[in-house]
């Protein structure tokens, strides 16, 4: 059957159902989440109904239209595919099929945790996952500490402390499921717990004082790499985003009439939209990118696919080539750099926080505090810019006004 999606687009539809053909449809969430779903009419009594066949991009057009085809054979044959699942599901076993495998588990509670995640997030998940194949073919109910404990072996013998332990968190959460879910009686990673070396907590570096910061913006000035990312580098200090907000910045989020960069809460950490107010300087820095990759998606895209955006580690590269170690300056310490120096200039600790885009820790303050304070934050922003100026300049500099109440 020939179908009416290509792969080449998949990744640009927006949010809506987006139908293939023969039942199958691409179903794009707010979010930018996207699953392969089936519409068929049950055989016991004509009611129409949905099957999930697996989310995009983990599960291809070419895999999707192969699990529709399975599952349109099933109903001729007068079998109805959900009701099967149904009852794999439910009972943990199958006629024939045996005990659920791990990896049939993480699968389901990956995809019942997907409207509740942003579309970083599940990717991120997904790739967690990735470290444990060696547990995928194996009946979750018989998997052991040891057999886990051998899995996280690996990763700390790379020394990659932190990535270890949110494996084995979420590892964890896929057996707390399965056990909810009847598929398991346990979950082995309780029993890690001291087994494996701890992380050290660290800071992301930055650097705060104002002559170092003067320095350090001459020197992204002088970058002589890739376009895009010289500008994400020019406008990292300016708009203080976190890296992972400002590499993955698409177009339609970029107002120019209005100066605002309007990220969407999906890709939000805290899960709320968030406001951007640009200055005249990053404004000026987009104008001149959107001649190079307007065009496209997204602002800052891989150099491999337009279709995805930078790698996550191109900025911190970018710094390390200009002689700034990761024990200096990272991508993250742009945030600490711009709060530690507006603090000391003087703004009001309230705005600088909303514009981080901060959580309100305390939760009783935080239902009464929904002020967005937008005009002071225009001011901040630009007044920052300014203030980068006159450090790039390394000139007198002049104190900002003052915003503290």
């Known amino acids: 059957m020939v179908g009416k999606l290509k792969v080449k687009t998949l990744d640009k539809l927006p949010a809506g159902k987006h139908f293939d053909g023969g039942g199958l449809y691409l179903d794009v969430s707010a979010a930018g989440g996207r699953s392969w779903r089936w519409k068929y009419r049950r055989p016991s009594d004509s009611k129409e109904t949905r099957l999930t066949l697996g989310a995009y991009p983990a599960v291809g057009l070419a895999e999707a239209r192969e699990r529709r085809d399975e599952s349109r054979k099933q109903l ?3 079998r109805d595919p959900g009701a ?29 945790q997907r409207a509740a995640m942003s579309l970083a997030t599940y ?10 194949t060696d547990l995928d073919g194996l009946p979750i109910d018989a998997i052991k500490p040891p057999q886990v404990l051998a899995v996280l072996r ?33 979950d082995p990673t309780g029993a890690l717990r001291g087994a494996l070396k701890p ?3 660290k800071s992301h570096a930055a650097i705060i004082e104002p002559k170092e910061v003067g320095a350090l913006l001459r020197a992204l000035d002088s970058y002589q790499g890739q376009p895009t990312t010289m500008a994400a580098l020019k406008l990292a200090p300016l708009v203080f985003a976190r890296p992972g907000n400002l590499r993955a910045a698409e177009w339609r989020e970029i107002d120019f009439d209005a100066k605002e960069w309007r990220i969407p809460a ?12 640009l200055s005249k300087q990053a404004v000026k820095i987009l104008r001149e990118l959107h001649r190079l990759t307007g065009h ?53 600790p309230d705005v600088i926080e909303r514009q981080l885009a901060h959580a309100e820790r305390n939760k009783v303050r935080a239902v009464y505090n929904r002020a967005s304070y937008m005009e002071e934050r225009r001011q901040l ?12 300049d390394g000139g007198n500099v002049v104190a900002m006004k003052r915003k503290r109440k």
């Open 266 to 277: 999906g890709k939000m950490k805290m899960k709320e939209a968030h406001l951007v107010p």
């Open 199 to 201: 992380v050290v907590s």
């Open 154 to 186: 690996k990763l700390e013998s790379a020394d990659i402390l932190e990535t270890m332990h949110r494996v084995k968190s979420r590892v964890g959460e896929v057996f707390r499921y399965a056990i909810a879910a009847g598929y398991a009686t346990d």
């Open 123 to 132: 990717n991120k998940a997904q790739w967690q996952l990735s470290y444990a």
């Open 381 to 392: 922003m630009q007044q920052w810019a300014d203030y980068c100026d006159q450090l790039r």
């Open 84 to 112: 099967e699942r149904r009852a794999l599901r439910e009972g943990g076993n199958g006629v024939g099929a045996g005990p659920a495998t791990f990896k049939a588990v993480a699968a389901e509670w990956l995809e019942k």
């Open 296 to 348: 496209g998606r997204f602002c800052f895209p891989s150099l491999l696919s337009a279709e995805r955006p930078m790698s996550n580690n191109t900025l911190n590269m970018a710094l390390r080539r200009l002689g700034f170690d990761h024990d200096t300056m990272t991508a993250h310490g742009f945030r600490a750099m711009a709060s530690t120096l507006l603090n000391e200039l003087g703004w009001a």
């Open 76 to 78: 001729r044959e007068g």
